[in-house]
């Protein structure tokens, strides 16, 4: 049997931990009506697919529109131990990680801001790190999107969100482009859901008809369509990241 693979974090220094599986939840879904956006696997599933790491401060910044790290003025609430900086300039503000992480051979880190989480008037940049064999640090970086609007970030939220991934996997694959009529067995399922879709999103209109009640098609949910047919084997509902640990 292959080994497990891991993810090793080492601490620079001591601290509360500050890593934590990521969750589904999100507070704009929260609030879309009768939470429908939680209806979207996709959506969910991207959600809680790594890890965040948690801020301990409570600031506020303002950038005023020019190239120099002087330019981001920061108003700081709440002093935690990841506090934010302006290093690069050019309205970018930037966490370092307390934490080197080391994962295994041809597994980097996938490092951006946590999936789906919007925030006003700041963009989380992404990267993908070589945490296989570099004993450098990373840091995770926001770009400020508009001059002379304040950002906040508030102790307790995530300000870097990561999960493995095979850097090697896109050199290896080889991408083919064909007509959906190269596959007729595809491509009858697919005009099968086509049809299905359009007469629910017909009926669904209609008081008190089936659909309706139901509110919602759940194939891909279920994992599976037409809603006779065998529940795929490899489909997904949930996904739940295990937690860091330290050695006993």
């Not at 599933?45 to 965040?52: D, K, Q």
């Not at 790290?69 to 700081?76: H, L, N, T, Y």
Request: hydrophobic share 35%.
């Amino acid at each position: 049997m292959a080994d497990t693979p891991k993810i090793t974090a080492y601490e620079h220094y001591d601290m509360p931990s500050s890593l934590r599986p990521g969750t589904q939840r999100r507070d704009w879904m929260d609030d879309t009506r009768e939470k429908f956006a939680y209806r979207c696997l996709p959506l969910t599933i991207a959600n809680s697919h790594g890890w965040e790491v948690i801020g301990d401060t409570t600031f506020r910044a303002v950038w005023n529109g020019k190239p120099e790290p002087s330019g981001v003025q920061f108003d700081i609430k709440t002093q935690g131990q990841i506090m934010p900086s302006s290093h690069f300039g050019d309205g970018i503000i930037t966490f370092t990680m307390p934490y080197l992480f080391r994962t295994d051979e041809n597994i980097g880190l996938w490092v951006s801001g946590a999936p789906n989480q919007v925030k006003h008037g700041i963009q989380p940049l992404t990267g993908l790190v070589e945490t296989d064999w570099s004993p450098m640090n990373f840091t995770m970086n926001w770009k400020i999107t508009q001059p002379h609007v304040p950002v906040a970030f508030k102790a307790g939220e995530p300000v870097c969100f990561f999960f493995p991934l095979d850097r090697t996997l896109v050199d290896r694959i080889e991408p083919v482009i064909r007509p959906l009529s190269d596959n007729p067995e595809l491509a009858a399922k697919n005009a099968e859901w086509s049809k299905s879709r359009a007469n629910f999103l017909k009926q669904i209109k209609v008081e008190g008809s089936a659909e309706s009640q139901m509110g919602w098609q759940k194939d891909y949910h279920k994992g599976r369509f037409p809603p006779e047919a065998d529940k795929a084997t490899n489909h997904y509902s949930k996904i739940k990241a295990k937690a860091f640990k330290r050695p006993e």
